[in-house]
């Protein structure tokens, strides 16, 4: 779960970060550009089209590829604890 969070959060900041080592190389070879408020706004418009295209993405291209399938959560039976199991739905025909 962390992975999925951290990997949304690293695309929303990395306009920030393409911006970051622009102004540093443009410092660098003698520029005088800063962080503005346009270019603050810019790159947070950027993080979050990012972001929501990647969630987007996710949630067309995940899901569950088995149809007709039910989870069974973990139970105690005669004492002892049984794993949860993904198991196929008996169908009435």
Do not use: C
């Amino acid at each position: 779960m962390i992975r999925g969070i951290l990997f949304h959060v690293i695309l929303l900041l990395l306009p920030f970060v393409i911006y970051g080592v622009y102004l540093y190389f443009d410092a660098r070879a003698g520029g005088s550009k800063s962080w503005g408020r346009n270019s603050i706004a810019i790159a947070t418009v950027s993080g979050l089209m990012l972001m929501a295209i990647s969630l987007i993405a996710l949630g067309m291209l995940s899901g569950d590829p088995r149809q007709g399938t039910v989870y069974v959560p973990p139970r105690f039976e005669d004492g002892k604890v049984i794993d949860s199991q993904v198991v196929p739905v008996e169908r009435k025909e």
